[in-house]
Nanobody, 127 residues
Framework: VQLQASGGGLVQAGGSLRLSCAAS????????MGWFRQAPGKEREFVSV????????YYADSVKGRFTISRDNAKNTVYLQMNSLKPEDTAVYYC?????????????????????WGQGTLVTVSS
């Protein structure tokens, strides 16, 4: 499966962006999908995860209440709506797929639980 992340850009603090992660090569409708980010000089960190059906979701505390993850299995795409952006949200954002398990309601939060990754999209939030 190939994952293509898009939607990043430069935005002022308080603004919004919507990231998309389009999958190709096979369907991801039975797989959990996650978003991670990596800020300059820092380790990659978990942002959010959505289970295969979209019924179960989990967010990192740092983005809870501001970010919303969703998916459209008909379009083979996962989204991350980011509102009230802060300068500390500046990072390269990566989407990831866990294709090793299907129809799982366990919400994967560790990067080693994902086996396919997108190329990343840069989000820069200016103060």
């Amino acid at each position: 499966v190939q994952l293509q992340a898009s939607g990043g850009g430069l935005v002022q603090a308080g603004g919004s962006l919507r990231l998309s992660c389009a999958a190709s090569g096979r369907t991801i409708s039975s797989n959990n999908m996650g978003w991670f980010r990596q800020a300059p000089g820092k380790e990659r960190e978990f942002v959010s995860v959505i289970n295969w059906s979209g019924a179960r979701i989990y967010y990192a505390d740092s983005v809870k209440g501001r970010f919303t993850i969703s998916r459209d299995n008909a379009k083979n795409t996962v989204y991350l709506q980011m509102n009230s952006l802060k300068p500390e949200d500046t990072a390269v954002y990566y989407c990831a797929a866990n294709t090793q398990v299907t129809y799982s309601d366990y919400l994967n939060r560790r990067d080693y639980e994902y086996d396919y990754w997108g190329q990343g999209t840069l989000v820069t939030v200016s103060s």
